[in-house]
C-alpha cells in the first residue's frame, strides 16, 4: 500500500466505522501516548529494562503502525499530502547533509 493509499483507506475507515476524527489537538495527544508506548516496548526489547510480563506477546509492528495510523490522522485532518511531504523533505536532508554523516568521524 503506498502512503496516498494509506491516507484514503484511513480517512474511509474513520468517515465510516469510527464515525469522525477526533479533533487535531486530541490527536497530537494520543499520538504522544502512542509514541509513549512505542518507546516503552523499544526499550525493554533494546534497552536494559525488562518487562513486566515476559510471556505477553509484544508486537513491534503493532505499535509502530499505531504511530502510522493517527500521524495520517492527523495529515488528513491538516490537508497535508504525506507523500508529497516525504518526498520533499527526502530532498532537503539529501542536500543539506549530503557529506554530513560522511565527513563526521563519530559514526567511522
Not at 35 to 59: C, T
Amino acid at each position: 500500500m503506498t502512503i496516498a493509499e494509506a491516507q484514503k483507506k484511513i480517512d474511509l475507515w474513520i468517515t465510516t466505522t469510527g464515525v469522525r476524527y477526533f479533533n487535531e489537538l486530541t490527536n497530537m495527544s494520543l499520538l504522544m501516548e502512542e509514541v509513549g508506548e512505542l518507546a516503552r516496548l523499544m526499550a525493554r526489547i533494546y534497552g536494559e529494562q525488562s518487562f513486566k510480563n515476559p510471556q505477553k506477546d509484544h508486537d513491534l509492528g503493532d505499535e509502530m503502525a499505531d504511530v502510522l495510523w493517527v500521524l495520517i490522522c492527523l495529515a488528513n485532518q491538516t490537508g497535508v499530502d504525506l507523500t508529497s511531504a516525504l518526498e520533499k523533505n527526502l530532498l532537503k536532508k539529501s542536500g543539506r547533509d549530503a557529506n554530513r554523516h560522511k565527513d563526521n568521524q563519530k559514526l567511522h
